[in-house]
């Protein structure tokens, strides 16, 4: 199995993976084909194909923001079981992201990343490919050392139509044992930043971080 970098809409092997995104994520999760040109050729945006036998079989986009220490996983999909596909991909995004913050001369505070609440959103198939299936993702997510962070999470859907996007819990993996809470500024700022793309943001996503503003810290809790 092979862990290759996609640059360009042009690349082949991006057409098979938007594909494999539009066939496990819900609509309002995939931003379509033609706007993704951009995102690709952002050196600071790294997304990654696993491909086995020249078939697409798996896909993880991430992000580091050196300057506030801090990555984030954007998603990350196993397209079929039995392969090891997961493992491949966190070991490999790891050391990539690890690569990423030497490079810049910087230690990583953790990494923060969205999972859907299987209590709330159960209904979500994933395509069928049960290594989606939500109660698993929330659960290897805990393995791998996420907290969720204790305030009510939505966020803008990626179709652009300023809808509030919920059934979410937004996480944190500390990279350093022993943490149990975050400054409410650093995820507040986060999020503005990470969703700066989006200019039509829907009326709760603003009341969320306006009250986030007004913490101090937000908790870390178990998944």
């Known amino acids: 199995m092979e862990y290759i970098r996609i640059t360009s809409i042009e690349d082949p092997r991006f057409a098979r993976m938007h594909r494999l995104m539009g ?37 993880t986009e991430y992000r580091v923001y050196e300057d506030y220490r801090v990555a984030m996983t954007d998603f990350t999909i196993i397209g079929r079981p039995g392969l090891g596909i997961g ?3 966190a070991e490999n995004r790891m050391a990539d992201i690890r690569s990423v913050a030497k490079a810049a001369g910087v230690q990583l505070l953790g990494m923060f990343a969205e999972i859907y609440d299987p209590y709330r959103a159960s209904e979500h198939s994933f395509g069928g490919i049960k290594p989606m299936d939500p109660f698993v993702r929330r659960e290897v997510l805990s393995h791998l050392g996420y907290m969720r962070l204790d ?16 059934e979410l819990d937004l996480c944190f993996m500390p990279f350093e044992s022993g943490v149990t809470e975050l400054p409410a500024e650093l995820v507040a700022k986060f999020l503005r930043r990470y969703y700066a793309v ?7 996503w603003e009341r969320m971080v306006e009250g986030l503003d007004a913490r101090t810290t937000v908790p870390l809790l178990p998944l």
Do not use: C, M
Request: glycine letters at 10%.
């Open 23 to 59: 066939e496990v994520f819900p609509a309002e999760e995939v931003l379509a084909f033609e706007l993704w040109k951009e995102p690709l050729e952002d050196p600071g945006i790294r997304v990654f194909v696993a491909e086995h036998e020249g078939e697409i079989v798996g896909t």
């Open 151 to 166: 305030f009510p999470y939505v966020h803008p859907s990626w179709q652009g139509d300023g809808e509030a996007v919920g």
């Open 87 to 89: 493992r491949f991909l």
């Open 198 to 204: 989006l200019p039509n943001k829907p009326e709760a």
